[in-house]
């Protein structure tokens, strides 16, 4: 759309992150956002704004104390617009991302306590990538040590219980590293790895 576009790469996971606790998105945020503000002083802009939306405040969110810390302005999340709204609001002005399906951090693959490495990291990003290769669109393979825990769209899971399918899955993920793979039963859930602590 003839923006810009800057990518500010982080080498290593900072040991904070690494950890995993629970608000481990308020560290990520403060050190990513915090690296965006200093660059946007650096080139002269004054206000630095985040796509959060208001189906962001329907879930443990802990990131948004430090974009709120950095002075980040959410005018989407302001604006009281919410994913759906979004997208018809972006379809109408013919973006091309319009119906681009909502992406989390990988780290939330991973359940809170358990510590996050460039390996695990890679290899769900691997199994997503895979399973996207296969037609899944929105699709999360949750990390729980050496099992792959997929959850799927509800529309999706008939069409993944065919046996060849769920074979050449298993084998794929089997591939990646994981030991274990299943299909959970309930399907996609935003955030189904805050259950614990919400």
């Known amino acids: 759309i003839g923006i810009e576009h800057i990518l500010v790469e982080e080498q290593t996971i900072d040991a904070e992150i690494k950890r995993n606790p629970a608000n481990r998105c308020y560290f990520c945020k403060k050190i990513e956002f915090g690296a965006i503000v200093d660059m946007a002083k650096e080139r002269g802009f004054h206000i630095v704004v985040d796509g959060s939306n208001a189906d962001d405040t329907k879930d443990y969110r802990p990131g948004a104390k430090a974009i709120a810390e950095l002075k980040v302005m959410s005018p989407l999340k302001t604006a009281g617009l919410n994913k759906k709204e979004i997208r018809l609001l972006s379809k109408y002005l013919g973006l091309p991302t319009w119906d681009k399906p909502a992406y989390a951090c990988l780290a939330s693959r991973i359940p809170y306590g358990e510590e996050i490495t460039t390996e695990k ?27 792959a825990r997929i959850e799927l769209n509800p529309e999706d899971r008939a069409r993944f219980c065919d046996p060849s399918t769920m074979d050449r899955v298993s084998k794929q993920l089997k591939a990646f590293g994981f030991l274990y793979v299943c299909l959970e039963l309930e399907g996609y859930s935003m955030g189904s790895l805050n259950r614990n602590i919400v």
Do not use: N, P, T
Not at 123 to 134: C, D, Q, V, W
């Open 121 to 147: 990291l890679s290899r769900i990003g691997k199994a997503e990538k895979y399973m996207h290769s296969l037609g899944y669109r929105e699709v999360r393979v949750r990390s729980h040590g050496s099992i």
